[in-house]
C-alpha cells in the first residue's frame, strides 16, 4: 500500500491502470533500435515490457533529457537514491502535478467546485511534510492493522470462494480477487462503508488519469468532474468525524487535533483524499502481481505452497521484480549533480525505481525472480527517505494474507495457457490488465 504514492483501475471493473483512461501515449520515437535518437527503446507511458530498454538506459544514458516529456530521466540504483535521500535539493513538490498541464475547461470545473486538494504527504516537503507526517504515523498504527486483519481474511476468503465457484474452473485474479480487497480494507480503515466501493473507484481512476495520463483537453473534464466529488467527499468524512467521532483514522486524527495536534481540517482531508486513493490502488495491482510472477514462475509458486514461511521474501521479490510503481517524480531547487551529469535548477526528474530495482551493480542476476534473495529487500518501491511509503507494513500484510488463502484454497491455481496479459499506458504505474487463471485438473 503506496500510501504516498498510488494506481487505478477502470470504472469497468477491469485495468488497475486503463489504457483508455489516460488516453493515447506519444509514439513518437518508437523505434525500438538501441541508438540513442530512438533514446535506446524508451518508451515513457509502454508499460508493456520496460525492462530491456531500462538496461540500455543504465549502460549508455543512465541520467538523460527526454524532450518527449520534459523529464531528466534517472535509471541506477545508487542515483535514484540519492535523490530520493536529498530532499533539500530534490523537492517532491511536482509528484502529484499532471504530467500534461489542465485544460481551461478541466480547471474552470474544479475552480468552481471548490476543488482545493493538496498532496496529503507525498508532494509536501519539510517541515510542513515533518510535521503532518508525524501526528499521521501517530494514528497509523499496527493496531489498527491488527484490528484490520480478520476483515482482510475474510473478504479474501469470500471473494476466493466466489471465483472457485465458477462452473468452468478460469476466473480473473485481478477482478475477481484483488480488485475489492484493499479497497474495502482503506475504506473500513477510514470509516467508510464498504458500499461506496464503486464511487470511489470511479474517482481513484480519474485522479490517476487526471495526474499520471496522457490526456487530451476534452478528455480531461469528465476527470475533472469526479475530482471535485471526490474532494467534497473527503471534506465530509472529516466534518462527520467531528460531529460522531467514532473509531477510524479520520476520527482519530480529528481526536489529535482536539488535542493540540497542529493538523487543520484541510490537511486531513488531503490525507483522506490521498490515502483513499493511494491506500488501494497500488495494493490491488501488488496482490496481481503476486499471483501473476509467482504463477508464472512454477517452482517459486511450488516452494510458497509447501513453506508459507517464504511468503514475505516472495512478496518483496515481487515489488523488486516487478513493482506496482516503476517511476516517481522529483524537481531540482538548485543547479545540481545527477551522477556526474549536470541538471539544471527547476529541471523536472524522473526516478524509474523499476530501473533501479534490477540493477546489475546491486543486484546479483536481477533479472531472474528468486524469493530467497537476500537482498530484496532493498528495493526502491517504497521510495526511500522522509517520503518511504507509510502503508507499506499494510499493503504487505494483505499480499501475505491473499496468498495464504489462495493455497489453502487452490494450491493448483495457475495462469490460463496461451492469455496474454497486457499493461495499461501511464507514466508511472504498471498494473496488469487482468490475470486470468484456471485451476481445472
Known sequence: MAIETSTAPAATGGCPVDHGQFGTADRSGAD?????????????????????????????????????????????????????????????????????????????????????????????????????????????????????????????????????????????????????????????????????????????????????????????????????????????????????????????????????????DHEIASLCYSLLFAGHETTTTLIANSARVLLSHRDQWDRIVADQALIPGAIDEVLRYSGSILAWRRRALADAEIGGVAVPKGADILLVMGSANRDEAVFENPDEFDITRPDARSHLSFGFGIHYCLGNQLAKLQAKIVLEETIARAPQLRLFEGAEITFGENLSFRAPTSVPVTWKA
Not at 77 to 100: C, H, L
Open 32 to 264: 525500438t533500435h538501441d541508438g540513442a535518437e530512438n533514446h535506446y527503446g524508451y518508451q515513457p507511458f509502454d508499460m508493456t515490457d520496460p525492462f530491456p530498454s531500462y538496461e540500455r538506459l543504465r549502460r549508455n544514458a543512465p541520467v538523460h533529457f527526454d524532450e518527449r516529456i520534459g523529464y531528466w530521466v534517472v535509471t541506477r540504483y545508487a542515483d535514484v537514491k540519492a535523490v530520493f535521500d536529498d530532499w533539500e535539493t530534490f523537492s517532491s513538490e511536482n509528484a502529484q502535478a499532471p504530467i500534461r498541464p489542465r485544460s481551461a475547461g478541466a480547471t474552470k470545473i474544479m475552480t468552481e467546485g471548490g476543488f482545493t486538494a493538496y498532496s496529503g504527504l507525498s508532494a509536501r516537503v519539510p517541515p510542513e511534510h515533518t510535521r503532518i507526517r508525524a501526528i499521521a504515523q501517530r494514528a497509523f498504527t499496527p493496531r489498527r492493522f491488527k484490528l484490520l486483519e480478520p476483515t482482510i481474511r475474510e473478504n479474501t476468503r469470500l471473494a476466493l470462494d466466489a471465483m472457485l465457484a465458477s462452473s468452468d474452473a478460469t476466473g480473473d485474479f485481478l477482478t475477481d480477487v484483488a480488485y475489492d480487497i484493499p479497497t474495502i480494507t482503506i475504506l473500513t480503515l477510514l470509516g467508510v462503508d464498504p458500499s461506496m466501493v464503486p464511487a470511489y473507484k470511479r474517482w481513484s481512476d480519474s485522479r490517476a488519469a487526471m495526474t499520471w495520463g496522457d490526456l487530451s483537453d476534452d478528455e480531461q473534464l469528465p476527470h475533472a468532474r469526479n475530482l471535485v466529488e471526490y474532494w467534497q467527499e473527503c471534506i465530509q468524512l472529516v466534518v462527520q468525524a467531528h460531529r460522531d467521532g467514532g473509531d477510524s483514522l479520520v476520527a482519530d486524527l480529528v481526536r489529535a487535533q482536539e488535542g493540540g495536534a497542529e493538523i487543520s
